[in-house]
């Protein structure tokens, strides 16, 4: 089946630094992909949406430019999150829909922990 | 605006069924999923059906789906200690804060 690979899976990093954060489509060519973030015993809160070759959609009060967003090509997106701070810490999570064999489904990295310092 | 909601906790006994319910408010949602989380990981989709399904079986998991109530239910049956987990609902783009289900020996 359709597998999404994400990239690293753990990060600690100083505050003020940035982070790179990669989802690659293994099995597919992803035209969009998600970036969810995740708060402790909280649900998944989308962020943004990656469209390959155009500018990230973000959702309301997602800073831009806290968090960019580059989708280069149909099998990887990125998500930067920019001068890290401690507030920033939190699971990440990328996933991906296979636009030809399953529109609706969506297929989940397996998140990476970031922690700021 | 557009919610899921379902409830934080269940803990069942090894064996017995496990029911985790669901409410959502966007009736445009074509699909409605069940994803599985468990410590420290990602998603893992369990299953989903289509919104003019009212059932669908999978293995030991049945989806019920009450469009008119906007109710989805995952039943898992003879849960296992494996079966620990936190389980979400989501429509098309929303997610339900997650169940943890804790299995009891």
């Known amino acids: 089946g359709a597998v999404v690979s994400q990239h690293p899976s753990r990060v600690i990093c100083k505050s003020g630094t940035s982070v790179k954060i990669e989802c690659r489509s293994l099995?597919?060519?992803?035209?969009?992909m998600f970036w969810y973030r995740q708060f402790p015993k909280q649900s998944l809160m989308l962020m943004a949406t990656s469209n390959e070759g155009s500018k990230a959609t973000y959702e309301q009060g997602v800073e831009k430019d806290k968090f960019l967003i580059n989708h280069a090509s149909l099998t990887l997106s990125t998500l930067t999150v920019t001068s890290a701070h401690p507030e920033d810490s939190s699971f990440y999570i990328c996933?991906?829909?296979?636009?030809?064999?399953?529109?609706?489904?969506?297929?989940f990295g397996a998140g990476t922990r970031l922690s700021v310092l | 605006g557009e919610d899921v909601e379902q409830s934080l906790f269940l803990s069942v006994r090894e064996g017995d069924s496990s029911v985790i319910n669901c409410t959502y408010t966007?009736?445009?949602?074509?699909?409605l999923y069940w994803y599985k989380q468990e410590p420290g990981a990602g998603l893992q989709l369990l299953t989903y059906i289509f919104s003019n399904m009212d059932m669908k079986q999978d293995q030991r998991l049945t989806v019920l789906l009450n469009k008119k109530d906007k109710h989805l239910s995952l039943r898992i049956a003879d849960t296992q200690t494996g079966d620990s987990a936190i389980y979400f609902c989501a429509d098309d783009m929303r997610f339900g804060a997650g169940t943890r289900l804790t299995v009891k020996p």
């Open positions: 966007d009736s445009s949602s074509t699909y």
């Open positions: 099995d597919f060519q992803a035209t969009t």
């Open positions: 996933s991906a829909r296979d636009p030809v064999l399953a529109k609706n489904i969506q297929y």
